[in-house]
Every structure is written in structure tokens, then in C-alpha cells.
């Protein structure tokens, strides 16, 4: 695997009872890129981020992230590899601050543990002011920064789909997975989360996978298309070339 593979689908197999939710499916993505994973409902797109991600046990095949298998590694493990994802739904815990939810993404990194931060510890106080300024930094990039001491669940859809982009982005990850980021939101909203998303390509010299139903969007932004259907790779290339693809057409229009 040359070193502008970041991240290797090989030959990857979810089961869930009957239901084969990826068969043999195999991509990868290039270090650096926005990648993004389409395909019509039911085809596997989510099933691919979770068995990327440690949620869905694959029956067979590997997941390699710079080479190294994640495929037996639980979720945690996962993270602390630099691999971040937000939900298809969106999960910021409700009862929390913005800032509180946004801090919710740094936990793996807290190397100050419980007990200091319990005690006061300086060692957990230097690390709070660093998880601060990463919070503010991140809120203030996507348009949160007066939201902050909010509930989490007063912000709006669109909001919440930043605030769940920041609380991955606070993990520090080299590989971010967006599941659906732009579903709900208005053409304005898609296309200045799309910009943003860029951004963050940018300053943070990530790699982006990316589901996503909105096409317009997904041609904007993307570098490279893996199309599903029915759990299978049935299109993988540059967006003009997905366009064009019969298989993808037919795929789309339901033939
Ligand atoms: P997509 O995200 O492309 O819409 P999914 O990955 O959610 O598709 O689903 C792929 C297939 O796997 C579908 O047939 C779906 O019903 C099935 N599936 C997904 N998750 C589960 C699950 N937890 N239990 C049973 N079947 C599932
Ligand atoms: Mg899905």
C-alpha cells in the first residue's frame, strides 16, 4: 500500500443475520482527500462507517488505517488512531452545554485522568485550559462561538450538524467521517457547511469520508466517489466519472 493511502477497505463483509449489509467490499481512500461513499437507502453506507469505526463486528476482511488492521480494535482504540466520526442522526448529549458536548470529544485524550481533575491537580488544570482553547477555536471556526453556554439541545438543525463536526474535530483525528452532515438542511445551509468543510480539510490537513445524499454537494466537494448498491461497489472514481456512469445512473433511477 503506497504511503498516499491513508485508509483500506479490503474485501469487507457485514452480516446482520440474514441480511448481507456489505459483501466483499473493498476501496481506498487518498491521504489528503475528500472521499465520499454514495448510494441509494439500504445500501450499506452507514454499515461502512460503523465497521470503519468499531460499532459493526465484520464477518470478514480488513479495515487498514496507514497499513495497520483496526478491524479488532473496539471503538476507544479506534479514536486514539485519529479516526473521528460524527452520526447519520445527530447524538450531542441533550442535557449538556455546547461547550460541555463539544469537551465531549477530548475525553480520550485527558491523560490527567479522574482523580486529578477531581483533586485540582495542576496537570489537570493545564489540560482544561487546553481542552478550553480547543473548544473555542473549533465553536469559533463553525459559527458556535456565541452559542456556547447554551443547552445543546436548544440549537437549531443546522447548528447542531456543526456543533456535531466540532465535538469529532475536538479528537484531534487525521480521518474524519461525516455521515449525512448536510441531510435537513437548506441549499444556503448545504452549500456553507460544504465551504466549511473544506476549511477544515485545509487547516487541519485531514482526510474526509463522507456520506452523503446530496449530490450537488458530493460533486462540489468531493475528490473521489465509491458508489454502493445493495452492499457492493458498483462505481469508483472522480466525481465527473460517477456522473456519467451507467451503472450509477441506472442505480439512481431505480432501473
Ligand atoms: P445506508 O446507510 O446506505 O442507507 P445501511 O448501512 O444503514 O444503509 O443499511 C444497509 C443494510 O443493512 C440495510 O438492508 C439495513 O436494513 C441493514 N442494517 C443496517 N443496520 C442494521 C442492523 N443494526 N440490524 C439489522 N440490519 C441492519
Ligand atoms: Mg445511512
Known sequence: MGSDTILEAVDITVRFGGVVALD???????????????????????????????????????????GERLDRLPGRRIVARGVARTFQNVVLPESLTVADALRVGRHHRTRAGLLATALGLPSARSERRADDAMVRDLAQLLGLADRLDDPASSLPLGLRKKAEIARALCAEPRLLLLDEPVAGLN????????????????????????????????????????????????????????????????????A
Open 24 to 66: 466483499a467490499v473493498s476501496f481506498r481512500v487518498a491521504t489528503g482527500a475528500i472521499h465520499a461513499i454514495i448510494g441509494p437507502n439500504g445500501a450499506g453506507k452507514s454499515t461502512c462507517f460503523n465497521a470503519m469505526t468499531g460499532v459493526s463486528p465484520i464477518a470478514s476482511g480488513q479495515v487498514r488505517l496507514d
Open 187 to 254: 441549499d444556503a445551509e448545504s452549500q456553507e457547511l460544504g465551504d466549511k468543510i473544506r476549511e477544515c480539510r485545509e487547516r487541519f490537513g485531514l482526510t474526509v469520508l463522507l456520506v452523503e445524499h446530496d449530490m450537488e454537494l458530493v460533486m462540489r466537494v468531493s475528490d473521489h466517489v465509491t458508489v454502493l448498491q445493495s452492499g457492493c461497489v458498483i462505481a469508483d472514481d472522480r466525481p465527473e466519472g460517477v456522473q456519467r456512469d451507467p451503472a450509477v445512473i441506472s442505480a439512481y433511477l431505480g
